[in-house]
């Protein structure tokens, strides 16, 4: 199974050929795999890689004080899994407040995170608008549910890791999971592990090598699963042992950064199929704000 690398210029750009043409490959590989993988989408390498280099700057001197200074808010170290997180909402957001650590411990922090936001949301957007016309659906289906964004941008850090104790304690750095929001949209650094779940071989995953650092690799969240009455079903996905060092006797994986745009619908949409994709057998979920339901699947809070 080959994921596709698509061109998302295409959809941006005038022609209604290309935007058309778009996004039916960009439903096709969803549709297929779960997944697809975009280029040339608005935001750039160099975009890209300033939100690496912020990421990566204090894990050299002081990550975990850093992490732990913004512990109170967005960062989670998940116990079964070797990593910790650090979630950004909307801007000026009263329901659940960002936590920002002080411009003197993170210079320019606050400022790159809400900017990338905001690239992160236009894409979404964009991509959302696509699958509209791919799904033949009235303009807006989706984009009706999205108005006020209640996304997220998660920046993922996992510490160096010994092979041996992936291996002998059955340690992941994420375990095989759906992402609850609508899409989600990722980039990885360079040391590889990202796996999806290969459709063609059930039971199997297969590695998402590192490419261009703008790279971006877009998924299908439960929320998209649950509007289309399993029309597009969603993509499960793990990180683990990259695939360069699955056969290393021993020695420690370098410690690897993500970051992903969780979109999510608005608070009080509705996650229950859309009328146009409910047939005779019915709809397959019911009637459930997007918040509810994604406080009952964390079962805890908010996320
Ligand atoms: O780190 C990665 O590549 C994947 C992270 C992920 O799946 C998530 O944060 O939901
Ligand atoms: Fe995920």
Redesign the pocket.
């Known amino acids: 199974m080959v994921v596709p690398v698509l061109d998302a210029s295409r959809f941006v750009g005038d022609s209604p050929t290309d935007r058309f043409k778009f996004a039916e490959e960009l439903l096709d590989s969803l549709q297929k795999h779960g997944f697809v993988r975009l280029r040339d989408h608005g935001i750039s390498d160099e975009t890209v890689e300033e939100m690496f280099r912020l990421v990566r700057q204090p894990s050299r001197t002081k990550i975990s004080a850093v992490y732990e200074k913004i512990s109170g808010g967005g960062l989670t170290t998940d116990s079964a899994d070797c990593?910790e997180?650090f979630d950004q909402g909307p801007a000026n957001d009263e329901q659940f407040p960002n936590k920002w650590p002080s411009e003197v411990d993170l210079p320019n922090f606050r400022t790159t995170m809400e900017n990338f936001y905001l690239l992160a949301e236009t894409v979404s957007l964009y991509i959302l608008e696509a699958l509209e016309m791919a799904l033949k659906l009235p303009q807006s289906s989706f984009l009706n549910m999205m108005v006020h964004n209640a996304s997220e941008l998660?920046l993922?850090h996992?510490p160096a890791i010994s092979i041996a104790d992936m291996r002998e304690k059955n340690i992941n750095?994420?375990s095989p999971?759906f992402?609850l929001g609508v899409i989600?949209l990722?980039f990885?650094d360079g040391i590889g592990?990202?796996e999806i779940q290969d459709r063609d071989r059930p039971g199997s995953f297969m590695p998402?090598e590192p490419s261009v650092q703008s790279e971006m690799?877009v998924n299908v969240a439960e929320t998209f699963l649950r509007w289309t009455n399993d029309v597009v079903s969603a993509g499960l996905?793990?990180?683990t042992i990259p695939e360069s060092l699955k056969e290393a006797d021993g020695g420690l994986i370098e410690e690897?950064?993500?970051v992903?745009y969780?979109c999510k619908a608005d608070r009080d949409a509705s996650v229950a199929p859309l009328k146009e994709f409910v047939t005779e057998k019915g709809s397959k979920y019911g009637h459930i704000s997007a918040l509810e339901y994604h406080q009952q699947r964390l079962g805890l809070a908010y996320q």
């Open positions: 990593k997180h998660r993922n996992y750095r994420t999971h992402d989600t990722l990885q592990g990202l998402v690799m996905h793990r990180v690897r950064f993500s992903v969780l």
